[in-house]
């Protein structure tokens, strides 16, 4: 199956600058790439996501790049906050979704 | 709307038990997926139905583990034996289609002693 590599596992930030988390992919079929957030005690849930006709996307402070002939796509989260501190997944779609082994972001003062 | 419901939410066995657990997805959905969660691993995939035809059966996990989608909105994920290093969380997930966005369940958390 398709093979996910998720950098870095850990991410401490200062409120207000930008976190940024890399993913790297196989399948060169691969066309949906989502990013979960999961907080504690909570499920993964969908934050955003880039289908493989784009390059690039943002919702509010979220960017998210897709670099298709190199098999990476990153997230960029921008002025972070205390409430971004989660753990965050990268996922491949080719045959099921297949997830990165997260990232835990912390963003302290 | 009910979101996916995962049944039993904590689940004890002794390793060479058979443990069986359940989930419904959200109605509707036509993609269901069981992944396991643990701290080392992530999430791992297990199994994926797109209506109800198994389309990936976890490569590694084949052995011991099966997945069964009888109906739109039903399925079980059998473990047999079990072994102490099964202990995790297990999630069942849903989707409309491959492409939108997964609803999680609360997850069954196995310890197998």
């Known amino acids: 199956g398709e093979q996910v590599e998720q950098l870095p596992s850990i991410l401490r930030v200062q409120e207000g600058s930008s976190a940024s988390i890399n993913c790297s992919y196989e399948d060169s079929a691969s066309n949906y790439f989502p990013w979960y957030k999961q907080e504690p005690g909570e499920n993964p849930k969908l934050i955003i996501d880039?289908?493989?006709?784009?390059e690039r996307k943002q919702i509010q402070e979220l960017i998210v790049l897709l670099d298709k002939k190199a098999k990476r796509f990153s997230l960029h989260i921008t002025d972070t906050q205390p409430g971004d501190s989660a753990m965050y997944f990268c996922a491949v779609y080719a045959q099921g979704l297949t997830f990165g082994l997260g990232t835990r972001v912390s963003v302290f003062p | 709307d009910a979101g996916v419901t995962q049944t039993p939410r904590h689940e004890v066995a002794e390793k060479g038990q058979t443990i069986i657990l359940k989930c419904e997805p959200v109605s509707g959905h036509n993609d269901l997926f069981w992944y396991r969660q643990t701290k080392i691993q992530g999430l791992e995939l297990l199994s994926y139905?797109?209506?109800?035809?198994?389309?990936?059966d976890g490569g590694a996990f084949k052995d011991r583990f099966k997945a069964e989608m009888l109906n739109s909105s039903f399925s079980t994920l059998k473990i047999q034996p079990t072994e102490p290093k099964d202990s995790a969380v297990y999630l069942c997930?849903?989707?409309?289609?491959?492409?939108?966005?997964?609803?999680f369940g609360a997850g069954t958390r196995l310890s197998v002693l």
């Open positions: 139905f797109r209506s109800k035809s198994l389309m990936e």
């Open positions: 997930a849903s989707s409309h289609n491959s492409q939108n966005t997964l609803y």
């Open positions: 880039i289908r493989s006709n784009m």
